[in-house]
């Protein structure tokens, strides 16, 4: 949980496949099912781009 702690905190773009990719990059074998559930319990979400509602129109 250190680790998914702090590469958020360094750059909270990765979701779920990524930190799984990047967990076993670092020699974890971890499932994505369990990284997103330890993501929900550390109330960490990725930051996407949001809908730009002007260009809409």
Request: charged share 25%; glycine share 8%.
């Amino acid at each position: 949980m250190r680790l998914l702690d702090e590469r958020c905190l360094g750059g909270p773009t990765y979701g779920v496949l990524q930190m799984q990719d990047y967990l076993l990059d670092e020699g974890y074998q971890v499932n994505h099912k369990r990284v997103r559930k330890l993501l929900r319990l550390m109330c960490l979400q990725a930051i996407y781009p949001k809908k730009n509602l002007i260009r809409l129109g």
